[in-house]
């Protein structure tokens, strides 16, 4: 029987809900965190009909104090955190000159330093524990540009080098730190908090060269 904790950001939808219900299928006991915990409809629905090790959790990855809470939680109710997955993140779609820089922070702040608030938050258990995972979601868009995906391709640029880092550095106390890049994949993400560009994509010399 698998007794690991993974713990899962953004786990209301998409990627992590499916990894939720795919690792306590498997025998894993799920700590599926999310910032609006009134989202987890589609979990507590699977929770009940098969009786799935989930536990449900407020966590918002721009929030330290809400970090370490969960982080907290997580290990007063379960003793270790064996996985993580950096799921939680969103797309901000819009021209470089376009897009404000408080959006370009936003952007930032949930897609890479909420991975580097989750990741500092465990890794003194993990260490303790000399094992454990860390899988961060990155995306296609991580190792190629295409226009008008700017914020969102460079935060994902960014965390394709922190995990890289993570790798060389937890390496040697036997922890695992790998990048999934997500394809095409319909979730919420593909809908919300979208900045688009105001003119016609005829109008930038990007799409003439």
């Given at each position: 029987m698998n007794n690991q904790i993974a713990l899962i950001t953004g786990s209301n939808s998409g990627i992590g809900l499916a990894t939720s219900l795919y690792l306590a299928r498997r025998g894993?006991?799920?700590?599926a965190t999310m910032r609006n915990v009134e989202k987890a409809g589609e979990l507590h629905k699977a929770i009940e009909t098969e009786k799935l090790p989930i536990e449900i959790a407020r966590l918002d990855v721009c929030d330290d104090e809400s970090v370490q809470s969960a982080v907290a939680q997580v290990l007063q109710k379960s003793g270790r955190i064996d996985v993580v997955v950096n799921n939680a993140g969103y797309g901000l779609r819009g021209a470089v000159e376009e897009v404000s820089l408080d959006e370009w922070k936003r952007q930032f702040e949930t897609n890479f330093f909420g991975v580097i608030r989750v990741t500092q938050a465990v890794l003194p258990q993990m260490r303790a524990q000399r094992s454990g995972a860390i899988v961060n979601i990155s995306s296609v868009?991580?190792?190629?540009?295409?226009?008008?995906?700017?914020p969102y391709t460079a935060s994902k640029f960014a965390l394709e080098g922190l995990?890289?880092?993570?790798?060389?550095?937890?390496?040697?106390?036997?922890?695992?730190?790998?990048?999934h890049r997500a394809g095409v994949h319909?979730?919420?993400?593909?809908?919300?908090?979208?900045a688009r560009p105001s003119r016609p994509r005829r109008e930038f010399p990007v799409c003439r060269l």
């Amino acid at each position: 029987m698998n007794n690991q904790i993974a713990l899962i950001t953004g786990s209301n939808s998409g990627i992590g809900l499916a990894t939720s219900l795919y690792l306590a299928r498997r025998g894993f006991t799920v700590w599926a965190t999310m910032r609006n915990v009134e989202k987890a409809g589609e979990l507590h629905k699977a929770i009940e009909t098969e009786k799935l090790p989930i536990e449900i959790a407020r966590l918002d990855v721009c929030d330290d104090e809400s970090v370490q809470s969960a982080v907290a939680q997580v290990l007063q109710k379960s003793g270790r955190i064996d996985v993580v997955v950096n799921n939680a993140g969103y797309g901000l779609r819009g021209a470089v000159e376009e897009v404000s820089l408080d959006e370009w922070k936003r952007q930032f702040e949930t897609n890479f330093f909420g991975v580097i608030r989750v990741t500092q938050a465990v890794l003194p258990q993990m260490r303790a524990q000399r094992s454990g995972a860390i899988v961060n979601i990155s995306s296609v868009l991580g190792r190629f540009a295409i226009p008008f995906s700017g914020p969102y391709t460079a935060s994902k640029f960014a965390l394709e080098g922190l995990t890289e880092t993570l790798r060389y550095e937890l390496g040697p106390v036997e922890h695992q730190s790998d990048p999934h890049r997500a394809g095409v994949h319909r979730h919420e993400i593909s809908r919300e908090r979208a900045a688009r560009p105001s003119r016609p994509r005829r109008e930038f010399p990007v799409c003439r060269l």
